[in-house]
């Protein structure tokens, strides 16, 4: 006997398309939303943990649905749906409610509240980026925005429906100050919002009105003569004073503002070089930090080339500090790049060595110039015997690879006898020198 089923399992399928799926854009609709948030919420509150919750909608669409008919207002909601899924992940969902409403739900990732809110808002900014990007439809450029309303959970309800509502609560917020903004149900992830925001607007202000500036800490050789030092950002603000980068450079991170702000300070970096030149008050080399995300430019090397020959420098005067992390991330890349650094001239140091993941195979492949002891490691020599060891073994250790070793963080006269007695030459710390402006630097 033999019955073809085919007919009805793919009535089945559509009759769970309809159930659970928005027609238009293909989207979860919000029956499939409502299950998945109340597992999702089970989850998070198993686990310690707090998701987020994104309620969107769009900002005068009515106005292009009623002037240009619902056959451009569907085309619009369908791009909007296709670039919601280009941004999230796999295993975040993207819903349409109805109408020009949408809903972005994120499982719990985060068991402290504070670093919920803080990647909230970075998620948040990249789908109000997003949408404010130009809409082709028709053959005709459309301009749109969204208010975005966000709320975390379980933080202050455990019904999906409230969960919900709280969102939808903070996008009429979001809505009544002026739209195309971000507002948190709770007024303390507001606040945290809030400043984030500001403080990504002010570094913008900041690179504008040239609010930065470097200071050079010295590196010294064993017999206590500069040979080098490592360029330093700081942040002078026109009324809060000094910042200190750990609190802004994590947003430059987050905002994509690290690649005009590390550039900069690669630029200023080899201008400065070239000034103690003329002062006859020449000095090694420099090292600056760069971030992975800027190293991961497709035209860093050429970038590098460019701001040499613009100083009118060789690229022996500066040195690449990277963080292991960075190194690790995509080996290919990093190989390419630094062969292509070490063609042009400029070496390559790894910085904050022992501290993440310190592995002899990279140390292998890698053309590295120098390893740099983290000062965790330097900070108790050399009372602290474990310390001693780790220590002594990287600087036997970069010996055997032919690499330079430095060590930074060295605030006592025992730390360097400690150092040049196992054979670490190089130094960096406040027993050397702090970091000090560029006209105070002495070499």
Known sequence: MFSDISEQKAAEREIHELAFYDPLTGLPNRRLLLDRLKQEIAAAKRQHCYGALFFLDLDHFKTLND????????????????????????????CRLGGDEFIVMVPGRYSELAQA???AVMLAEKILHTINQPFNVQGSEHHFSTSIGVTLFPEAAEQPEAVIQQADTAMYRAKESGRNGISFYRPSMQETADRRLTLEKEIREALKQSQFVLHYQPQVDDSGRVVSAEALIRWQHPQRGMISPAEFIPVAEDTRLILPLGEWVIRETCRQIGAWDRENRAIGHVAVNVSSRQFRQPDFVQQIERILADAGLSADRLVIELTEGSVISNIEDTVRKMRDLQTLGVKTSIDDFGIGYSSLSYLKTLPISQLKIDQSFVKDLPEDQNDAVIVETIINMAKSLRLHVIAEGVETAEQVLFLREKGCLSYQGYHIGRPVPAAQFHS
């Open 117 to 119: 809110t803080h990647h």
């Open 67 to 94: 002037s240009r008919g619902h056959q451009v207002g569907d085309e619009l909601l369908t791009q909007v749906a296709q670039r919601l899924r280009a941004i999230i992940r796999e295993e975040d969902t993207a």
